[in-house]
């Protein structure tokens, strides 16, 4: 009953025309950006569109709906990402070198050991969000983790030793990286500064899993599985001796009818 009450907000011409506001002519009043060659994860337009209650609703199936419709989108859905069509210009991001002297960036808890040793770096994008807003770069960040940790750059110190900074608009910055001498980490607990940095679990040897066994439960060798069963304690012996007592019989049959039949 709830999604038949948002989605009758939106027809699908109204739809078509929010989808194109919020992925191609304002992208970064939601931080979303393109990368330069017109794709963007899907994903990150859905958590953006989340956000908004009305528009909780929209799935990849109404992007093929709309289209079907004959709709016109911005873009197309190839696979898990968006691809602006190609008759379309690609948005333009501009170094700049008039901006704050401090931006903001939303670290995720499980990046945050990394950055601490490396600084920021992209991964599966192009670029890295910068905003110059706290709160909107928590929004951005919240969007994957909720417990990001704020982090600060010194933009302005950065852009003076020649570091590029793009701007994407209203407040959202773009950069390739982010070097560690040009970041300021927030106060945390050492609890938690020991639970974010901590060495992830060693490796265990491929196929003996060094895992605690429950009682009555052993590891099986590979040799068990090719008809030997020396790996599980008893099991020689208990099966030699079965084997040899199935086999007296037979010999002592045989021997039987020699006897009779010389």
């Not at 939106?10 to 002519?25: C, F, N």
């Not at 994957?144 to 852009?159: H, K, S, T």
């Amino acid at each position: 009953m709830e999604k038949r009450r948002m989605t009758a907000q939106y027809s699908p011409r109204t739809l078509s025309k929010t989808l194109s506001y919020v992925a191609y002519h304002a992208p970064a009043e939601y931080g979303l950006f393109w990368d330069p060659d017109g794709t963007m994860p899907w994903k990150e337009l859905y958590w953006a569109l989340q956000e908004d209650p009305s528009l909780r609703f929209v799935r990849e199936s109404h992007l093929r709906e709309l289209s079907l419709l004959g709709l016109d989108l911005p873009f197309v859905l190839d696979g898990n990402r968006l691809r602006l069509r190609s008759d379309l210009d690609r948005p333009s991001y501009p170094i700049v070198q008039d901006l704050p002297e401090r931006l903001y960036f939303a670290c995720r808890q499980k990046q945050y050991a990394v950055v601490m040793e490396h600084g920021i770096d992209r991964s599966n994008r192009f670029f890295v969000p910068l905003s110059a807003d706290r709160d909107f770069a928590l929004r951005i960040g919240k969007r994957r983790d909720q417990g990001v940790l704020l982090l600060q750059v010194l933009a302005g110190r950065a852009c003076t030793e020649g570091e590029a900074i793009r701007l994407a608009g209203a407040g959202l910055y773009l950069v390739e990286r982010v070097p560690l001498r040009y970041l300021i980490f927030p106060l945390i607990r050492a609890e938690q500064l020991s639970l974010l940095t901590s060495r992830k679990r060693a490796e265990t040897k491929p196929g003996r899993p060094d895992l605690p066994l429950s009682p009555g439960s052993f590891l099986l060798d590979a040799r068990q599985l090719n008809g030997h069963s020396s790996g599980v304690a008893g099991a020689d012996k208990s099966s030699g001796k079965r084997g040899r007592k199935k086999d007296d019989w037979k010999r002592e049959a045989k021997k039987e009818r020699y006897k009779r039949n010389p």
